[in-house]
């Protein structure tokens, strides 16, 4: 899916408060020209309406700043917002026009019936996102892991997964994805406490 957003330049002499009262936010395009960057504004809501289809180191977006005549593909490298208002402060974005690779974000997604589950299992995906080195154009949506060869008490690694063409892993192979564990016995439990119901009916009896 194409995700847009349309930015302005902003004025040297602005202030961030003053801009999103008047329904601003204030942003910056770094990477487009060497290690130039431009000041910006975007529109409150498009920035709400961006940031539904888009995350931060993942999502490519097309940036068009009509004022410089600029327009390019760029990913979000950081959000700035208020810690439980969700008011945004800042966006940060960066060009990868003039980019052999890019460091990224990616979602893990499992697929497949575990065998272990079939014997009563319980699937735990330990690890959800992978950091990874791409080209620009190739950036996955999600990697699929496939879970259908994961027996109880197996775990799969990141060394066991089949990664698409043009994809570095930047982490540990030996990390640990999913695991079929066995589900949690209350017989224990039980056992226990009419034990010590017992040993306190006998002591009492005594």
Known sequence: MSVTVECQTRPEDSKPRALRRQGLIPAA?????????????VKAKDAEILLKHASVNHTLVDVKIPDLSWNGKALIREIQSHPWKRYLYHLSFFSVAAQDTLDVVVPLQLVGTAPGVKEGGVLEQILTELQVQCPPANIPEFIEVDVSGLAMGENLHLR???LPEGIVVMDEMKRTIASVVAPASMGGTAETESDSLDAETETFST
Not at 29 to 41: A, C, D, N
């Open 160 to 162: 066991d997964v089949a």
């Open 29 to 41: 395009l770094y990477g487009h020209k060497g290690t130039e960057s431009i000041s910006l504004t």
